[in-house]
């Protein structure tokens, strides 16, 4: 009994007067066209996420932040999520509410500072990307699905607050820091010190040994991944109020939060430090060299000294933008996922 198989079907080559025939009388057979790739079949930048909250003493917020957390990020499709909640040495029922709720908990025995609870939280992280939050209230839960949507299109999404939502000093400061920043990265930077961001586990964990162990991780985190070229999107988001005291001291980390900058900018851009520095001392060279040749007729040793030093702080920030350069191998990644 012969066993009867299928012959592959064959379309036979046409000359081009018997195509042309088969158009004209209708009778070429039609082809269908593939069907076009549905848009919720596409896959999503964010498949997984670790939440990190560090926290110091935020029994009030800690259990209601989580509990709403979860139900929303269990309700998007295909995400895989944690939640991992680093106590920061508190002294009350934080870090027994959060595991009650169902976070991981991280416990410092005494209080490391806020950037050495976010750093232990980046390195703890398990999943591809970290979103990073307060656990005081301020930071609404219902932000972090316009962060996921922006994340489709950056390397790490910053919720900006606008220079809106804390005292009028607070915000006076953050926009002179904001100003600063723009300046070094040559780019306007809507919200420098928030705490609120979505980000690459995979550079965040390359980045966080230049993190500091204070309040101003966000700060140098901004400026790192902006240098090191990895693409950064701000989305604005109405802060609340914050639940229970502030932690941070204007004045003393204020004057950090300069500092960091000044060190980041010389860390990955040295001559936007160091150029304007050999341009004033040049201008006030030649400034008081043309003073004392029409008051006294001739040319003084300040000049000298100040031309001097203009020279030897420009060939400066010449060194050490090649040694940044050189850096840049060692931090930088492919910027795709």
């Given at each position: 009994m012969g066993v009867l198989t299928e012959r592959p079907t064959t379309i036979p080559r046409l000359a081009p007067e018997n195509l042309v025939g088969l158009m004209a009388t209708g009778e070429l057979p039609q082809i269908a066209a593939p069907p076009a790739p549905r848009d919720d079949a596409k896959p999503k930048r964010v498949a997984s996420l670790t939440v990190v909250i560090p926290a110091k003493d935020e029994s009030k917020t800690i259990g209601a932040l989580v509990a709403d957390l979860t139900r929303r990020l269990g309700a998007l499709q295909g995400l895989d999520f944690e939640i991992v909640v680093v106590d920061d040495g508190s002294r009350?029922?934080?870090?027994?509410?959060?595991?009650?709720?169902?976070?991981?908990?991280?416990?410092?025995?005494?209080?490391?500072?806020?950037?050495?609870?976010?750093?232990?939280?980046?390195?703890a992280a398990q999943k591809q990307w970290i979103l990073l939050m307060d656990a005081d209230g301020q930071h609404p839960p219902e932000t972090v699905v316009e962060l996921i949507e922006a994340a489709e299109h950056h390397d790490m999404v910053v919720a900006s607050r606008g220079g809106k939502g804390g005292a009028w000093h607070r915000n006076l400061a953050n926009r002179i820091y904001n100003g600063l920043a723009s300046w070094v990265t040559s780019r306007e930077i809507p919200d420098l010190t928030s705490g609120f961001r979505l980000l690459r586990a995979d550079i965040g964990k390359r980045l966080v040994y230049l993190l500091p162990n204070t309040f101003s991780y966000p700060t140098t985190l901004t400026l790192s991944m902006l240098r090191c070229g990895y693409s950064v999107g701000f989305v604005p988001f109405q802060v609340r109020r914050r639940v229970g005291k502030s932690h941070i001291r204007v004045l003393k980390d204020g004057t950090r939060f300069v500092l960091i900058i000044l060190k980041i900018a010389t860390l990955f851009a040295p001559l936007r430090v160091f150029l304007p520095l050999a341009l004033a001392m040049g201008a006030l060279g030649v400034g008081w060299y043309g003073y004392t040749w029409l008051a006294f007729g001739r040319f003084t040793n300040m000049s000298a000294l100040m031309l001097t030093q203009a020279t030897v702080v420009f060939m400066l920030g010449l060194v050490s933008e090649q040694v940044a350069a050189l850096r840049f191998e060692h931090v930088e990644e492919d910027l795709e996922s």
């Amino acid at each position: 009994m012969g066993v009867l198989t299928e012959r592959p079907t064959t379309i036979p080559r046409l000359a081009p007067e018997n195509l042309v025939g088969l158009m004209a009388t209708g009778e070429l057979p039609q082809i269908a066209a593939p069907p076009a790739p549905r848009d919720d079949a596409k896959p999503k930048r964010v498949a997984s996420l670790t939440v990190v909250i560090p926290a110091k003493d935020e029994s009030k917020t800690i259990g209601a932040l989580v509990a709403d957390l979860t139900r929303r990020l269990g309700a998007l499709q295909g995400l895989d999520f944690e939640i991992v909640v680093v106590d920061d040495g508190s002294r009350d029922a934080t870090a027994g509410l959060a595991a009650e709720c169902g976070a991981r908990v991280i416990r410092h025995a005494q209080s490391l500072g806020n950037g050495a609870a976010i750093k232990r939280g980046i390195r703890a992280a398990q999943k591809q990307w970290i979103l990073l939050m307060d656990a005081d209230g301020q930071h609404p839960p219902e932000t972090v699905v316009e962060l996921i949507e922006a994340a489709e299109h950056h390397d790490m999404v910053v919720a900006s607050r606008g220079g809106k939502g804390g005292a009028w000093h607070r915000n006076l400061a953050n926009r002179i820091y904001n100003g600063l920043a723009s300046w070094v990265t040559s780019r306007e930077i809507p919200d420098l010190t928030s705490g609120f961001r979505l980000l690459r586990a995979d550079i965040g964990k390359r980045l966080v040994y230049l993190l500091p162990n204070t309040f101003s991780y966000p700060t140098t985190l901004t400026l790192s991944m902006l240098r090191c070229g990895y693409s950064v999107g701000f989305v604005p988001f109405q802060v609340r109020r914050r639940v229970g005291k502030s932690h941070i001291r204007v004045l003393k980390d204020g004057t950090r939060f300069v500092l960091i900058i000044l060190k980041i900018a010389t860390l990955f851009a040295p001559l936007r430090v160091f150029l304007p520095l050999a341009l004033a001392m040049g201008a006030l060279g030649v400034g008081w060299y043309g003073y004392t040749w029409l008051a006294f007729g001739r040319f003084t040793n300040m000049s000298a000294l100040m031309l001097t030093q203009a020279t030897v702080v420009f060939m400066l920030g010449l060194v050490s933008e090649q040694v940044a350069a050189l850096r840049f191998e060692h931090v930088e990644e492919d910027l795709e996922s």
